[in-house]
């Protein structure tokens, strides 16, 4: 029997995740919040993902924090601000040797869990799969991409990635993962926190070229300083042709703002300028940015970290 894959938070990528090796025949528990949201999913009698307009339903079966079987591999699929406070709560469950991998977009998050949890192997990824929720426990697979995974302290790749290939889901192990999360921090704080202050699509950062090319320029010296060369290489033209190429859509921060739904913000663009603080790097574009977009959600009545 193989080793059972616990899933906390049964969101948009949690449920993408959890259904896809369900469906694979590899054992799923969901951890759920609490036993009201417990009761709430045994009600609607499990999982539903949409795939290509169609709705197929997964039975997993789900528990809460307070179960007391050990866990011995944890995928961590709830937003980075959740992330610490989730975990923490599983922790005295962890088998000695056991794995975790995070899902979490940004940095920061992964390195508070790790720290937490000394014991267990940390794993992180970065995915361009994108998912959403349209309703309770049922989940839009709205764009396939590819997820990386890493472990920036030992190279060997897990015998575990054979699951994820059974269940289909495109993933490769990186040796630079690190690289790739900075990379994608970096793409993420010079698109989204515009979009929101301009209210617009990506597209729309055509017209604001100029601020565009500023902050890419901080955030090379920002990639530089903390031994990220690599990711900062052409990083501007990878900004433009992203914006190109997504022209039509709205960032992620940009829709959780539409939807009146907490932001990532603090490991993204807040992240960035706590490192730079860090650093003593004086950034003064970003810094202004960081204060614009907190302005711009607290008049909104958002939180703004
Ligand atoms: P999401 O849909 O909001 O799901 C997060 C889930 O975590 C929710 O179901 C929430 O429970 C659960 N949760 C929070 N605290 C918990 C706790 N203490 N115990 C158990 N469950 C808990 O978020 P998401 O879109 O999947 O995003 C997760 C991470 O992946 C984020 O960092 C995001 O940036 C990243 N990411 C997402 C996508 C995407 O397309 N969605 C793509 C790439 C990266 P409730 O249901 O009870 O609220």
């Known amino acids: 029997m193989s080793t059972t894959w616990h899933v906390l ?117 970065s995915s361009t799969e994108g998912a959403f929720r349209d309703g309770d426990w049922r989940v839009v697979f709205a764009g396939h991409g590819f997820t990386w995974l890493g472990d920036a302290s030992h190279p060997v790749a897990p015998i575990w990635l054979d699951d994820l290939s059974t269940a289909s889901i495109p993933h490769e192990w990186s040796t630079d993962i690190l690289t790739r999360l900075w990379r994608k921090l970096a793409l993420n704080c010079a698109i989204n926190p515009l979009t929101v202050l301009h209210d617009c699509r990506n597209g729309g950062l055509q017209q604001h070229h100029c601020e565009v090319a500023t902050l890419c320029g901080e955030l090379v010296e920002l990639l530089e300083r903390c031994g990220q060369p690599a990711a900062a290489e052409n990083l501007q033209q990878e900004v433009e042709r992203v914006i190109h190429a997504t022209a039509a859509n709205y960032s992620s921060m940009h829709q959780d703002v539409t939807s009146k739904r907490r932001t990532e913000i603090s490991y993204l663009l807040g992240y960035a300028c706590k490192v730079a603080g860090r650093h003593q790097l004086n950034l003064p574009h970003l810094n202004q940015l960081e204060s614009r977009l907190i302005a711009r959600l607290q008049s909104l009545g958002l939180p703004s970290d």
Do not use: F
Request: glycine fraction near 8%; aromatic fraction near 4%; include cysteine.
């Open 9 to 125: 938070g049964a969101g948009s990528l949690g449920t993408l995740w959890a259904t896809r090796l369900a469906r694979a025949g590899v054992p799923v528990r969901l951890v759920l919040r609490d036993t009201t949201r417990l009761q709430a999913y045994e009600a609607s009698g499990g999982l539903t993902l949409v795939e290509h307009g169609e709705a197929q339903h997964y039975a997993v079966p789900a528990e809460t924090a307070d179960s007391t079987q050990p866990i011995n591999r944890l995928l961590v699929a709830c937003k980075a601000y959740d992330t610490e406070s989730a975990v923490a709560r599983l922790a005295p469950r962890l088998a000695p040797g056991a794995e975790l991998i995070l899902l979490q977009n940004g940095l920061g998050s992964q390195d508070a869990v790790a720290a937490q949890v000394p014991q267990a192997r940390c794993i992180y990824a």
